[in-house]
Structures are given as structure tokens and as C-alpha cells.
């Protein structure tokens, strides 16, 4: 189990050094992006303890992005769930989607590629690189996700929080806030 871990720790920073060598950034505007998105992707967290308030935070999502189609996607064949996330399209992860290293294969990565989001938003407040890869392997032009070290080419738009003391709740609402006040400076 242990040389797995070493493996998968390997090539995660083979991954990172690769993407950053060979990523050449593209200049968007922030505000045209944001309010003429047609297709939004939002990665819910993938610890389970962080799960259940994320979703308590959708239906803002759902509010913010009022004129985009919607997707989610969970991180686990998520059967239980679907009838909570009616307003949304959801893409499940299943094992099928996922290599030897346990990241996503080319197929499903052909998969969202297909489906031309223009923001993927990344609801894990830990630091995922799962979520991180597949967000910069989706295409989409922005990718908004939580300051911790992925940095570009991975998102292109990280917000700041500090977790002194807050609860996540606390951390989401801060999040949501943040994502809000962009919005309506990108307004003006």
C-alpha cells in the first residue's frame, strides 16, 4: 500500500510539472465569461465530512448561474443523491472513469471536454488535485477554485479564505460571498 501512495505521489508532481511546462495561458475577460456562461461544472468536495454542507450551498449556485446549464459532479456513484439535485445534471464518477493512478482516463476526460463548460468551480476547500486536474483538463476558460497551491494553469481565478477558527460553513459562506462580490464589480 505504501509504494501505491509513493506512486500516485509521483506521478501527481510529474502531472504538475508537466501541465506548467507546457501551459500557455490564454487572456479572457472575467465579466464576459462570467455572464454569458452557457454550461457551469461545479466538483463537490471530496471528503465526505465536507459533503453535506456543500450541498446545503447549491441552490445558491443554482440562483448564481440562473441562465447556464448546470452540472455537478460527485465523486462517488451518487444514486442516494440524485433526487436531492433535481436542478442540476449529474456525473457521477464511477471506477470505469479512472486509470491505474486513479485519475480520470482519456475517455472521460473526451466525455466533459465534449460537453464545452465555460466555468468549472471547485467546491472542495481542501486541497484536491483531483478536482484541480480535472477542472484544467475540462477546457473550460475559467476555473475558479480555493487559494492552496495549485495555482495556473489548474485554476485561473483562486479565492482567498482564512480557515482560523471557522467551521465550514463558515468557509463556504465566505466562498459564496467572495464569488457574489466579483460578480457585481464584474457588473459596473
Known sequence: ???KLRTN??????????TRL?????VISFSEVLNNAKRVL????????S????LNHLNFFNSFFSDSQKFLLLPFDGEGFSSNLFKFEIISLKKSYLNWFSLPNKRFVKKLRE???DITLDMDLERSFFNAYLSFL????LRIGVKGGWGLPFYNLEISLSKDGKYLDELYDSFVNTLKRLKSLSNK
Open 138 to 141: 475540462s477546457g473550460s476558460r
Open 9 to 18: 505521489f509521483l506521478v501527481k508532481n510529474f502531472l504538475v510539472l508537466k
Open 115 to 117: 460537453l464545452k463548460f
Open 51 to 54: 459533503f453535506p454542507i456543500a
Open 42 to 49: 461545479i466538483f463537490l468536495p471530496t471528503k465526505v465530512e
Open 22 to 26: 507546457f501551459f500557455r495561458p490564454k
Open 1 to 3: 500500500m505504501k509504494d
